[in-house]
């Protein structure tokens, strides 16, 4: 049982280069996220999906965008990327709700050049 | 909108002393308050969940309060050891355009010195 892993663990990007952060979970979990972390800052929630096929914005959604083709995968993507995308990125997966406790992966580092 | 506050930023104390850690959130309607750890490098460990209705939870050695009137909550740790240094992060789930969302502290780093 592997709970949430990330991939790439880290990356650089020059900017407006594109590219998709994976993340899988072996729990069966319904509720899937996406956080970003940066110095200074809480983790910020940037889309999360509710079930296989469904997704929706969170607090930071753009310049990005999310898929949930699989129950066990949410990809992130970033179209063009921009310094400011420069983070940690965070996955994390719960159960059956958003106000139940959530499983986070190891995240990925990224550098926009 | 929510915001979650946890002073100090950065603690540093001898191995066996028993510490507490603060967090505190502006709005008092929230659902539960999660404590979390987060090793450097590494992703975040739910430690304790606190249900809107509870008044504390305990793990072992931790010991979480929730005071939702005065918009507090405390994360003990008793007879600390080396193995606990690590950030500790606090997060309010709260109801927020139309979903739960957590919203979290900027942490405090915890140094235990053996």
């Known amino acids: 049982n592997a709970g949430v892993t990330q991939t790439p663990k880290f990356r650089v990007l020059k900017t407006g280069q594109s590219m998709t952060l994976l993340c899988a979970q072996d729990m069966n979990h319904e509720y899937m996220y996406w956080y970003r972390q940066d110095p200074g800052m809480g983790l910020r929630l940037i889309h999360y999906s509710v079930g296989e096929g469904t997704t929706a914005k969170g607090e930071v959604p753009d310049g990005y965008n999310v898929s949930r083709l699989k129950k066990q995968n949410f990809l992130l993507g970033l179209e063009s990327a921009a310094p400011s995308q420069t983070s940690v990125y965070f996955c994390a997966s719960s159960l059956v709700g958003q106000l139940e406790t959530q499983y986070f992966g190891p995240g990925t580092r990224l550098l926009v050049l | 909108k929510q915001e979650v506050t946890q002073i100090p930023a950065a603690l540093s104390v001898p191995e066996g002393e028993n510490l507490v850690l603060n967090c505190s959130f502006t709005?008092?309607?929230?659902?539960?308050l999660q404590w979390f750890r987060q090793d450097p490098g590494k992703g975040l460990t739910s430690l304790l969940l606190?249900?809107?209705?509870?008044r504390e939870q305990t793990s072992g050695r931790l010991n979480a309060s929730l005071d939702k009137s005065s918009g507090r909550s405390t994360l003990y740790i008793a007879a600390s050891q080396p193995g606990d240094s690590a950030t500790y992060l606090c997060a309010a789930a709260y109801s927020g355009a139309g979903s739960y969302q957590l919203t979290f502290g900027k942490g405090t780093k915890l140094s235990v010195i053996p």
């Open positions: 606190i249900q809107s209705s509870q």
């Open positions: 709005d008092s309607a929230i659902y539960n």
